[in-house]
């Protein structure tokens, strides 16, 4: 499949707090929690709207990189662990997308006891969650506002020759 897509969907900010706001909500209540651990970089931002919607104050984070870009398993190497846990008793990890389930496969191993979850899923890595808010298309190719940047279109009239 590679990185041509046959859709495109596009996430404005205010779309991307609302359903991360509905993720929070659906996590309550908030006292199971310890903390929370953001998965870098796609769930820093997911992570604080959920950090400040659940009124948790710990949210560490893990980052995990493969060395090909090719997101297999084996390839995958932790640059960040966290700190605040071993085994992810009392923690939730939140990430802004569930893909092909290769990194959260990987953190499950690492993080057993943790609760995962997802603004968004595709349906490789639907089981690998357990909650997530909107589900994709596997050929679905998602912006998220943080790579995108707004710009002035001139309008079709006027633009005819």
């Given amino acids: 499949m590679g990185w041509h897509s046959n859709r495109e969907f596009f996430v404005s ?7 991360t706001r509905e993720l929070a909500r659906r996590q309550l209540p908030a006292e199971q929690y310890k903390g929370i651990i953001a998965v870098s970089r796609g769930g820093l931002v997911p992570a604080a ?10 949210v560490d984070c893990v980052a995990v990189s493969s060395y090909d870009h090719t997101e297999q398993r084996d390839d995958l190497q932790v640059m960040k662990d966290v700190t605040a846990t071993t085994d992810g008793e009392g923690f939730l990890v939140v990430d802004d997308l569930v893909d092909t389930g290769n990194t959260l496969k990987f953190l499950r ?3 057993p006891k943790a609760k995962f979850v997802t603004v968004y899923a595709k349906p490789a ?5 357990d909650d997530f808010v909107a589900d994709l298309g596997q050929d679905t190719w998602i912006h998220f ?17």
Wanted: charged fraction near 30%; charge should be negative; hydrophobic fraction near 45%.
């Fill in 145 to 161: 506002p943080w790579d995108m940047h707004l710009h002035y279109i001139e309008p079709l009239a006027g633009q005819e020759s």
């Fill in 13 to 19: 900010w205010e779309e991307l707090h609302r359903a």
């Fill in 109 to 111: 191993d690492r993080l």
């Fill in 125 to 129: 890595g639907m089981e690998l969650v």
């Fill in 49 to 58: 709207i959920v950090a400040r919607e659940l009124n948790i104050r710990v």
